[in-house]
């Protein structure tokens, strides 16, 4: 990663622990590998995204919401495929001890390397002069199943941790499911699965919902919950860890009908965070080369983080995969009845399936800049802002009474009071003005409103825009619909 970016990521999480954003877990304890807790502004950052999410997924007459349990019968996994195919291929390092994911290997390689094993795997290739998209073309040919990438890693890789070659052992398939057991026996028949996505939840319960709510196909049933992947190696702060949240959708069609709703879902999705503020170059298409077996097609809208292009979440054509073999699983009927055409059909299923906090980062990311700014005496400073859509914004406002005396304070207090019935706002006392602001766009706070000597005489605020830092005077009884015309929500 280059210096810059590093840089970049570095002063982020540093500011998310400073301004409680994001802590390390039991960081006290010297922290869990792969688990973060969400500090109070953090909490509000994650609940405004998911109310996001929710909102622009469930605020419509075909899609429903539903919460279902993290423990689910352990015959589910195994209908899932989880239980047989939710591995990775790992190797250790005999050398040092430490464990990697074959893939991870192979995708942390620079081009420098990628170019010195097409060398090693073919004498002819690559010859004089080459550019780095011919370098990664020529290197995707030769490397690109599991078995060549397990002999590319066990022959020409050398280990990231103690820098020795030809340490690895032979790949080994590991199963990313945390198991743990129901009840005081700690025997097979007891073992039990923290759920490694949302998704089957639904499946389970797709009859259900469909009976309850009396929808037809195509119709869609969303949730947002926790999942667990005992990810070999976690790494970049929040993209890969253990804990993580989800939000999920899947969306029941007619067979033949999938691939104009997995258009549709496409468009919706990469909408969205478009919406919430992200730019069009932060964001981009990957499609998948390589689909499971019973997938018909499979997109990911990546995001440009510091540390190169990740995946924020997939949009998936997944047949009646899931519901099919939930059928044969159970041995319970999940085929839906259309009762116009008076057919029973197992329906095909789009899925968009994001991380809540997987997206919370690259909206951290895509809020956070480093810019000058303009001070009182006509001079310059850097300020720090995080450019949150007002609508995920921990706090919407701050309250900021110009001096702490001549009846400000009260004006103040009141609107705080007023506008806390429906906004996250924050009434700030201290400092000079200009160091109240800086602390407020640290934060991402849109809108700063100051009570000033002005105010006393005719009952109007300054209003200061985060991003343009112009200010406006408004009416004091005009702020509650000032926010709701800027931030959204209910007055
Ligand atoms: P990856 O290849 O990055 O491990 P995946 O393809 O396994 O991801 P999916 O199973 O499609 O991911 O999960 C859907 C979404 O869930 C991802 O787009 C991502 O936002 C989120 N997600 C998956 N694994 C993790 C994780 N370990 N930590 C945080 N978020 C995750």
């Known amino acids: 990663m280059a210096n810059k970016q590093q840089d970049a990521m570095a002063s982020l999480v540093s500011l998310c622990k ?7 877990s039991s960081e006290i304890y010297g922290g869990l590998n792969g688990c973060w807790d969400y500090g109070p502004l953090g909490v509000e950052l ?29 015959k589910v996994w195994e209908a899932s495929g989880h239980v047989a195919n939710f591995t990775d291929p790992m190797v250790d390092c005999k050398q040092c001890k430490s464990r990697f994911r074959i893939d991870v290997l192979i995708e942390d390689l620079s ?38 990438m397990e002999s590319v890693v066990t022959t020409l890789v050398s280990c990231p941790q103690c ?28 073992v039990v699965y923290l759920r490694p996505e949302t998704a089957q939840g639904i499946f389970v319960n797709f009859l259900n919902v469909q009976n309850s709510t009396r929808q037809k196909v195509p119709f869609g049933i969303a949730q947002i919950g926790k999942a667990f992947r005992n990810e070999i190696n976690t790494k970049n702060f929040l993209f890969r860890t253990r804990e993580f949240e989800q939000m999920e ?43 499971a077996h019973y997938a018909k097609d499979a997109y990911d809208i990546e995001f440009k983080f510091p540390f190169g292009w990740g995946e924020v979440e997939g949009i998936h054509s997944r047949t009646d995969f899931d519901l099919g073999n939930h059928e044969k699983f159970s041995g319970k009927g999940l085929k839906y009845f259309d009762d116009q055409t008076k057919e029973k059909y197992v329906p095909y299923v789009i899925e968009t399936s994001i991380g809540a906090s997987r997206s919370l980062m690259a909206f951290l990311c895509a809020s956070h800049c480093e810019e000058m700014a303009p001070t009182a005496d006509g001079g310059e400073e850097k300020r720090t802002v995080m ?28 609107l705080t009071k007023d506008l806390q019935k429906h906004y996250r706002v924050f009434y700030d006392t201290t400092g000079a003005i200009g160091r109240r602001y800086r602390r407020q766009d640290e934060i991402g706070t849109p809108f700063c409103i100051t009570i ?3 105010t006393l005489s005719d009952q109007t605020v300054t209003v200061r825009d985060r991003d343009t830092m112009n200010q406006e005077r408004i009416a004091l009884d005009a702020v509650k619909q000032f926010l709701f015309e800027k931030v959204g929500g209910s007055l």
Do not use: C
Not at 18 to 24: A, D
Not at 66 to 74: F, R, Y
Not at 163 to 190: H, I
């Open 249 to 291: 959708m899947q969306y029941f069609v007619r067979p033949g009908k999938e691939d104009e709703w997995f258009e549709y879902w496409r468009e919706q999705r990469m909408q969205w965070f478009i919406d919430l503020g992200m730019s069009k170059d932060q964001l981009q298409w990957h499609k998948h080369d390589k689909l």
């Open 452 to 454: 000033d000597s002005e």
């Open 18 to 24: 400073r301004r409680g954003f994001i802590f390390q």
């Open 387 to 414: 450019k949150f859509h007002p609508a995920l914004a921990p706090q919407k406002a701050a309250i900021l009474p110009l001096v702490n005396r001549d009846g400000m304070p009260e004006i103040a207090q009141s």
């Open 163 to 190: 820098g020795n070659n030809g340490t690895f052992t032979d790949a080994k398939q590991f199963n990313l499911m945390f198991k743990t057991f129901v009840g005081p026996v700690e025997d097979s028949s007891a």
């Open 46 to 74: 994650l609940n405004n995204l998911k109310q996001a999410w929710w909102r622009a997924m469930t605020l419509r007459e075909d899609v429903e919401g539903v919460d279902a349990s993290i423990l689910m019968h352990p």
């Open 111 to 148: 081009i420098k390397k990628k170019k010195k094993i097409v060398r090693a795997l073919d004498e002819t290739a690559l010859q004089g002069q080459v550019r780095d998209e011919q370098v990664i073309e020529e290197f995707d040919k030769r490397v690109s199943t599991e078995e060549q």
